[in-house]
């Protein structure tokens, strides 16, 4: 479809808000952020800890998902009785906030081609109420894919207040001879999480889960910081459960995802598509995750 | 002070009375696809475009080529059908169609038209005469008697034929104009209606009156395909 279209027009408050979010930040002194993960220490969890919580739940843990060729991604997909997350030494130490020298991030990157499905991602809960899942290097070729439904109900959580927040703000790249640059930003929030009990995993429900708030940004060859307002996040406006008002419930927040989409989607079963199924590659890292304080 | 009190009643009760939304005010154009963007694909949440068989269904010998090229004006998209009735003494009505579809429900219910550019180049053998040439809507949550699909699990549809020729020729069809086909038993809950608001696939489809072994089939094309 042309740049030019009507649908950007129709689209244009989400896109507005992608834009927005598409160029890497200044540095405002007048800032403080708080951090939630700066990926260098060790295991699958996030420092940032809740300040409330009800259940005592602990903090959350990054991990993986995709719904094919889970043996294909890395890192591969975390179970509850296997945890595969891993970070990776960046290619050369950077700076990021306050002088800091950054020597991991999280990467997430495919070894083959995903065929066929919406895309894959990395997230992480802001908080776990499982205590203790074992590491593992163990990846069996044919590694069952968490379904979006059953990996969000296999990891209880307890939903967090971010309304000291005004965003998120993060360093990030990607390789682009690897494939997709593209990155979307998501808020789990109580609305959008099967989790929260409001909308219905059900697939093509009307009130279908998973339609998160959220904003894209295109990552460059070198760690930029990019800084996400959460006033930006916008919803498709056309599908799955919209509240009202239509904005992210900062209230009853689960985690963050950062999500590559299949440009095209998927080949109807049965159907031919020109050039043959659309197919998924990337090379992204994340890093340096802090919340902005209000 | 009786006045007074009057007139601020007047005035109270009149800001209640203009308090109207339009529900369908934010239903703007929505272009699906003019085909000339670099990623080829449609807009969203529609995926990308395909070309298929049907009756039989999930034969993708019927599909000899499914490729963008040349539209209306710069570039469309086309699908080269050969199709053959199954001999097995009945008439299966085979078809092929493009369609692009969501696995997302996309609701209509504010739009009145479905904009689309199309034409028809006859194959060899081209589909006999009464094959029809459809506009599809596709709603494949909708319900009937309560049950998504219906008891039968139908993928429910809407349709309305338009007249193609070798030309290229614009079309402004009414969704009002559609109609569900009468080989689906099960009536939409709503009928028409009832599939607008959860349309998740459109669109164009060559339905053959071919004879029970007969072949035939052409070029389909279609481009700056919208709605209004």
Redesign the interface.
């Known amino acids: 479809?042309?740049?030019s279209?009507?649908?950007v027009?129709?689209?244009g408050a989400l896109l507005v808000a992608q834009a927005c979010a598409c160029s890497p930040s200044t540095d405002p002194a007048s800032e403080s952020y708080s951090r939630i993960d700066d990926m260098e220490g060790e295991g699958s969890r996030i420092p940032w800890q809740a300040p409330h919580t009800d259940s005592g739940a602990g903090t959350g843990r990054w991990q993986s998902f995709a719904d094919v060729g889970c043996a294909s991604l890395v890192p591969p997909p975390t179970s509850p009785d296997a945890d595969r997350w891993t970070f990776t030494d960046v290619p050369k130490p950077y700076t990021t906030f306050s002088g800091a020298r950054s020597t991991r991030a999280a990467r997430l990157s495919t070894t083959e081609p995903l065929v066929d499905t919406?895309g894959a991602g990395m997230r992480f809960d802001l908080t776990s109420t499982i205590d203790t899942v074992e590491p593992s290097t163990e990846v069996p070729d044919d590694l069952p894919c968490p379904t979006a439904e059953r990996d969000l109900s296999e990891w209880p959580a307890e939903a967090v207040d971010l309304r000291d927040y005004r965003g998120i703000t993060f360093f990030g790249m990607a390789d682009a001879a690897a494939g997709t640059t593209r990155v979307s930003v998501l808020l789990l929030d109580r609305n959008s999480d099967p989790r929260g009990g409001i909308c219905d995993p059900t697939?093509?429900?009307?009130t279908?889960c998973f339609?998160s708030f959220a904003a894209s940004v295109e990552l460059g060859a070198d760690f930029k910081r990019f800084q996400v307002d959460f006033s930006e996040l916008g919803q498709?406006p056309?599908?799955?459960y919209r509240p009202t008002p239509n904005e992210p419930d900062l209230e009853h927040v689960y985690g963050v995802a950062f999500q590559v989409f299949t440009?095209?989607?998927?080949?109807?079963?049965?159907?031919?598509?020109?050039g043959g199924p659309?197919s998924l590659t990337f090379d992204i890292w994340i890093d340096d995750v802090y919340f902005v304080n209000r | 002070m009786k006045t007074a009190l009057c007139l601020l009643f007047l005035t109270t009760v009149g800001c209640f009375d203009v308090e109207q939304v339009d529900p369908c005010a934010a239903a703007g154009p929505f272009l699906v696809d003019d085909f000339e963007g670099a990623d080829e694909l449609p807009a969203p949440p529609f995926g990308q475009w395909s070309c298929r068989g049907f009756n039989p269904d999930d034969a993708p010998e019927a599909v000899t080529e499914c490729t963008f090229t040349t539209g209306q004006d710069g570039q469309g998209f086309m699908g080269d059908f050969a199709l053959q009735d199954v001999r097995n003494m009945m008439q299966e009505f085979t078809g092929g169609a493009l369609r692009t579809s969501s696995t997302r429900a996309l609701d209509l219910s504010c739009h009145r038209e479905l904009l689309l550019s199309a034409r028809f180049e006859a194959g060899p053998m081209p589909p006999p005469a009464g094959s029809t040439f459809n506009a599809e809507l596709t709603c494949q949550s909708a319900k009937a008697g309560g049950v998504v699909g219906g008891t039968s699990g139908t993928a429910f549809s809407i349709l309305r034929i338009l007249s193609l020729t070798s030309s290229w020729q614009s079309f402004r069809v009414p969704l009002s104009s559609f109609t569900q086909p009468s080989w689906q038993t099960e009536r939409i809950d709503g009928n028409e209606r009832g599939c607008l608001p959860l349309v998740d696939g459109v669109g164009l489809q060559l339905s053959t009156t071919l004879a029970d072994g007969e072949s035939g089939g052409g070029k389909l094309f279609i481009d700056n395909v919208s709605f209004e």
Do not use: H, I, K, Y
Request: with cysteine; glycine share 12%.
């Open positions: 479809m042309s740049p279209s009507n649908a027009s129709r689209l919406w697939q093509a429900s009307p279908e339609n498709d056309q599908w799955g440009p095209g989607g998927v080949c109807p079963d049965g159907a031919v598509c020109p659309p």
